[in-house]
Every structure is written in structure tokens, then in C-alpha cells.
């Protein structure tokens, strides 16, 4: 018997990934029946992206569980019908997209470049900038992105401290945790990296009174989710200088309204939530091996825990 995989997403993503998800079934010896249309009592998986139409997991009764496209599951976790277990994206194509994201917004703080690529106006700027290795950089979130992007910038010679909810031991990084860390690791950076899921715990983490912990002057990079940012608070730390520059690829209403100051303020930075993708190619042998785990009664991998909401 075949197993039923329910693929539920925006239309045009089963175009996608109908092709790789099939090889990547044969190839982990799976037989699938994949659709996005199976009656709800036999399906025996779920390939999920929440902008697609299923809202209620109620009828999917023998449902063994639901594997996310996303790596933030903020959407989903709030679903009261969701009783499956739920595994959310962690991807190497995505972490590598979101490895030269946040190395390349990092590099251009720290080299200054926009001094010469922007300001190219016939005066000789001999401004060199310091080494990274006097470039203090924090990450907040030590999960699947943040580590990887905290080694890569150590990589480079920034000294890089992480900073995570439950004690970490990550190999090039100081890492620090709870609150007292949280304060130790905003007094130290001058650029700061956000990759924290948004839950109970994050959200408005970066208010007035944690930016005023943060140097004077530090860059702000945001590829996480805008929540996890008061934008009235950032908005007036840009306008005093405590802030000198938000790089924001996430945002509370997303595509952000042409009105909003952001758009037109000079020391923000805005990209349409673009810092990384899942992609599909790499993503589906994830998927894959999960179900594969599942038929064999092996946990699943990446389980979100639902109480913490991530
Ligand atoms: P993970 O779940 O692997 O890691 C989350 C990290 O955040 C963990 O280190 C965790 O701590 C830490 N954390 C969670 N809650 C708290 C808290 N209350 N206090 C301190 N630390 C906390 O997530 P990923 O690294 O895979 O992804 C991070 C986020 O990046 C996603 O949730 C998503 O929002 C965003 N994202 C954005 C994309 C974009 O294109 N802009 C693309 C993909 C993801 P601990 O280790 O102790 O559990």
C-alpha cells in the first residue's frame, strides 16, 4: 500500500516541488501517493506551508505528522486542531541562503561600503575600516541559523557571541543564555543579528530598554521576525542615535505597507523577507527522511516542541 502524502501549499509551490519531492521519495525507497487532494482519514502525512487552505487538522484522524516548508512555525504552533506531531524545515540550502545573507549585510556594516558605492561623489574618503577580529558580533538564537551564521563570521575573525534560552557549547563562540546573558551579549556587540523564532518569549524582545543596554551607534540585522522588534522604539533609537543602522528583512505586516517610515528612513536598510528560502532540492530528501523515519518508528527529526513554541 502506498503512502498518502497530502501536499498542502500555495498552488504554485507543487509545482515546485511535485518533480523533487517523487525522486527523493524513490530514492529513500519510499512509495508515495502524493497529492493535494486525498481524503482526510487516509492520509498518513502532511507537506506543509501555512498560505496554503488547510486550517484544520481535525479530519486528518490517522495523520502520523506535519512536515513543514518553513523553519518558522509561529503560524501553525497557535493551531489548536493540530494535534500531530509537527516538524519544522531545517534545510542546508536554507541555512547556506541565510549564511550569505548575514554575512553579506554584516560585511557591509562593517566595511562601510556603502561610503564608497553610494557616496561616489569625487572626494577621496581615505577611511580604512578595523579588522573583524575588533568587530564584536552577537547573535541572538542558536538554532540551526544562528550557529551556522555565528561560525561563519567567526570564520572571518569576528569574535562572535551567541546567545540562546538554554545553555550551548558551540565551537568558535562565546555563548551566553537566560537574562543576565542577554545583557552581557547587547552591551558587547556592535552588530547585532536577530535569528530567534518568534514565540511568547521573543516577541518586542528588542524594546527601548534593551537597546539602551546595546553600544552607542550599533547596526541592528533582523533576518528572524519582525515581532521580535518594538518598531516605534527602534524608530526613535535611529532618530537619537542609539541605533545606527536596522538592516530589516522581517516585518509585523508583511509586504510592508508603502507607507511605513522604514521605507523611507535614511538609517534603515529594508529587503522583503528574501534572506533565505527553503529550496527544494535539498529540503525534500528532509522530508523524505522524516517519513522514512516514520514508517520505520524512528523519531521524527526537528520536532517542534510545542509548549515553547518552537
Ligand atoms: P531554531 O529553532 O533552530 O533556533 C532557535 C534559537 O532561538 C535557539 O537557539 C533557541 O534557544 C533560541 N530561542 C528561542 N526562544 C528563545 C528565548 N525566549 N530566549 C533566548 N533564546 C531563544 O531556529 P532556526 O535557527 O532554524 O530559525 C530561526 C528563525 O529564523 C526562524 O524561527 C524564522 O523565524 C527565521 N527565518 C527567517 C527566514 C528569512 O528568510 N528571513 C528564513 C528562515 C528562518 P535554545 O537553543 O536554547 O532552544
Redesign the pocket.
Known amino acids: 500500500m502506498p503512502i498518502n502524502v497530502l501536499f498542502s501549499a500555495r498552488p504554485e509551490r507543487w509545482d515546485t516541488y511535485q518533480a523533487p519531492l517523487h525522486k527523493a521519495f524513490k530514492d529513500n525507497g519510499l512509495e508515495v501517493n502524493l497529492a493535494r487532494d486525498i481524503a482526510p482519514e487516509k492520509v498518513d502525512y502532511i507537506v506543509y506551508a501555512p498560505n496554503g487552505d488547510l486550517n484544520d487538522f481535525t479530519p486528518y484522524t490517522n495523520c502520523k505528522a506535519v512536515l513543514s516548508l518553513w ?2 512555525v509561529e503560524k501553525i504552533v497557535v493551531n489548536q486542531t493540530l494535534t500531530q506531531p509537527l516538524a519544522r524545515m ?1 534545510d542546508h540550502g ?1 541555512t547556506q541562503g ?1 549564511i550569505e545573507w548575514v554575512t553579506g549585510h554584516v560585511l557591509r556594516h562593517h566595511l562601510n561600503t556603502d561610503l564608497h558605492v553610494v557616496g561616489q561623489d569625487g572626494v577621496w574618503r581615505d577611511y580604512v575600516p578595523p579588522l573583524a577580529q575588533d568587530r564584536p558580533v552577537t547573535i541572538l ?6 550557529t551556522s551564521c555565528g561560525q561563519a563570521l567567526a570564520g572571518l575573525g569576528f569574535p562572535v557571541t551567541g ?4 545553555a ?1 557549547e558551540v565551537e568558535g563562540l562565546t555563548c551566553l ?1 537566560g537574562e543576565d546573558g542577554l545583557t552581557q551579549a547587547l552591551q558587547s556587540a556592535e552588530i547585532i543579528v536577530l ?5 511568547a ?2 516577541e518586542n524582545l528588542i524594546n527601548a530598554e534593551r537597546m539602551a543596554q546595546m553600544k552607542k551607534g550599533v547596526c541592528l540585522v533582523n ?3 519582525g515581532p521580535l522588534i518594538e518598531d516605534e522604539a527602534l524608530l526613535a533609537a535611529l532618530d537619537n542615535g542609539t541605533v545606527g543602522h536596522a538592516t530589516l ?2 516585518f509585523r505586516v508583511e509586504p510592508l505597507p508603502p507607507e511605513h517610515p522604514y521605507w523611507s528612513h535614511p538609517k534603515v536598510t529594508v529587503t522583503p ?5 527553503t529550496r527544494p532540492v535539498t529540503a525534500v530528501q528532509v522530508i523524505a527522511q522524516n517519513i522514512r523515519r516514520g514508517e520505520m518508528g524512528d523519531s521524527f527529526l526537528h520536532l517542534v516542541d510545542r509548549t515553547q513554541g ?1
Open positions: 523553519a518558522g531545517v536554507l541565510m538564537g542558536l538554532g540551526a541559523l544562528g546567545w540562546s534560552r538554554t550551548k543564555h535569528l530567534l523564532p518568534l514565540t518569549g521573543t533576518p528572524g521576525r528583512d522581517v523577507h528574501i534572506a533565505s528560502e518552537y
